[in-house]
């Protein structure tokens, strides 16, 4: 999640002092502790007097409502560098039923952070109806985010399609400058699911991404789209990489002071074996993005640079120079901007790929408390990989039986720690259930189509474990759960 970064654009305007001979205690107490609350050095000895107050008579009688909610913005700036995202959501709530305009975004965030599926659909609605120049370009991640939550409740389908038909009707395109074809997708999955075959068509109608294309042939839900010959000529994957390749270019040139629009091409690049080509995109911009004399030309330095480090040190892996991407990520983790926490996992999942599971173990533990279910089942994941590469039994055991435990929460990092320590027919079991289960069951296809590898990538460690989905690939029980939803199909796409 990107906590820091909606913290740093919350609206948290300083509370204007009364005339003192006007001012009562309660603007004096408000006064005070709001200056507390967003100093770092007080923060934390501010915050639970902040949090009476604010449930109190005077808050509510003394203080008017525009200083009410520069109060809130405080309290869920302090209680977010203290990682009390609960003071946080509380907060936000209260700033929403006083109608804040920053609320409703705040409280998606906080929902999503704590996988509170329901809050995070509330809010996701509250925003279209409150803030719709905000609901319009919401960043991809929060809006994917709130409907995957809503995939996770009761009536989620319906649900679903009510986000989708929010979405369109603010003609949604992501803040980012992405593409939305997976919103696509995802909207005429849902249609198919209620018969509405050309209106899913429709809806799919010039979708280009590569992995989207790639999803339309292999998941069989998609089938009856397939019936229509000119459609199925447009299923072509390599053709479909040219034409999202193009788009992608396009829209950095619409968007030249975002980087967004620069990682997707050079994701684009890069899944089609252009690794070389993605890095000689992203070296000068990061260089620009790193000089103080040009920081400021990107509009979404704040939470994209993180990304765009991220993406060179994959990059440099790709290409063989480990030691370069191993320095990369060691910075891009050391910083505690956007996204640090993935890429400090993420970073002890290519050690485990190098085969370097000591060095894993080290970078694990410099991750602070995880908050969700799904990011402690991934850090147990590589744990596990990591201990099982450094003969540690017992650290591989108890990382294991934490992943079995809560599986349900992380599917695919189940299954990564389990092919990792060698576990085929444990990583087959789960893969049937993923197989089984239609909401992680297109994941799982994807994760068994035989992808291109570029020769230059050296990890030792991933390479076996790709052996290992292989004969995943032709074991009988899960070729059987596999052909009765899906496909298995030669594909141009390269993976990692």
């Known amino acids: 999640m990107h906590l820091k970064a909606m913290a740093c654009g919350l609206a948290v305007l300083a509370l204007a002092p009364s005339a003192s001979a006007q001012e009562t205690y309660a603007q004096a107490r408000a006064l005070s502790l709001f200056n507390q609350l967003i100093e770092g050095a007080t923060c934390e000895a501010a915050l639970p007097q902040a949090r009476e107050f ?10 008017v409502v525009e200083d009410q909610e520069s109060f809130l913005g405080a309290v869920i700036q302090c209680a977010l560098s203290l990682e009390d995202t609960r003071e946080a959501i509380n907060a936000a709530n209260a700033a929403h039923d006083l109608g804040a305009t920053w609320a409703d975004k705040a409280r998606l965030e906080l929902a999503l952070s704590l996988e509170n ?21 919401l960043e991809s991640y929060n809006a994917w985010g ?8 009761e009536g989620g389908e319906s649900t679903m399609l009510r986000m ?5 009707a603010a003609n949604y395109t992501p803040r980012e400058g992405y593409h939305d074809d997976f919103f696509r997708l995802d909207h005429a999955r849902l249609l198919l699911a209620r018969g509405r075959v050309n209106d899913a068509r429709e809806r799919v109608d010039g979708v280009v991404d590569h992995w989207a294309v790639m999803t339309l042939r292999i998941n069989r839900v998609y089938d009856p ?6 459609f199925e000529r447009r299923l072509d994957i390599a053709t479909a990489a040219d034409a999202a390749i193009v788009r992608a270019r396009r829209v950095i040139t619409d968007h030249p002071r975002q980087i967004g629009p620069l990682l997707q091409l050079a994701a684009l ?15 000068p911009a990061l260089a ?9 030309e990107f509009e979404d330095l704040d939470t994209q640079l993180n990304w765009l480090i991220f993406a060179k040190a994959d990059l440099l892996y790709d290409l063989g120079r480990n030691a370069e991407a191993r320095t990369i990520y060691s910075e891009a983790m050391s910083t505690a901007g956007v996204g640090s926490g993935n890429i400090t996992m993420t970073f002890a999942g290519m050690l485990n790929a190098e085969g370097r599971g000591a060095d894993a173990l080290q970078v694990l533990e410099m991750l602070p408390p995880l908050t969700t279910a799904y990011a402690d089942v991934w850090r147990q994941s590589e744990r596990a990989c990591a201990a099982h590469l450094t003969g540690n039994t ?8 934490a992943v079995r435990q809560n599986e349900t929460h992380n599917m695919p990092s189940a299954t990564h720690a389990l092919l990792c320590v060698g576990d085929v027919d444990g990583a087959a079991a789960v893969m049937i259930r993923r197989l089984n289960n239609p909401i992680e069951r297109e994941a799982a296809l994807v994760a068994l189509q035989p992808f291109n590898r570029i020769e230059t990538r050296q990890m030792p460690a991933e390479v076996v474990e790709l052996q290992r989905v292989a004969q995943l690939r032709d074991r009988a029980d899960v070729r059987a759960a596999l052909d009765a939803v899906g496909r298995v199909e030669p594909t141009p796409i390269y993976a990692y």
């Open 164 to 168: 989708h038909d929010a979405l369109r």
């Open 394 to 401: 017992a650290v591989r055991d108890e990382a294991l039986a």
């Open 225 to 230: 789209l397939r019936a229509d010959r000119a």
């Open 288 to 296: 620009r993005a790193q000089s103080p004399a040009t920081a400021r």
């Open 117 to 137: 599926y329901g809050l995070a659909v509330e809010a996701f609605f509250d925003l279209a109806r409150n803030v719709p120049k905000e609901f319009e370009s």
């Open 54 to 63: 604010w449930r109190s008579i005077d808050f509510r009688n003394q203080l």
């Open 269 to 283: 690049l890069r899944y089609i074996g252009r690794s070389g080509d993605a890095l000689a995109l992203v070296e």
């Open 146 to 153: 709130a409907l995957r939550a809503a995939e996770r409740i």
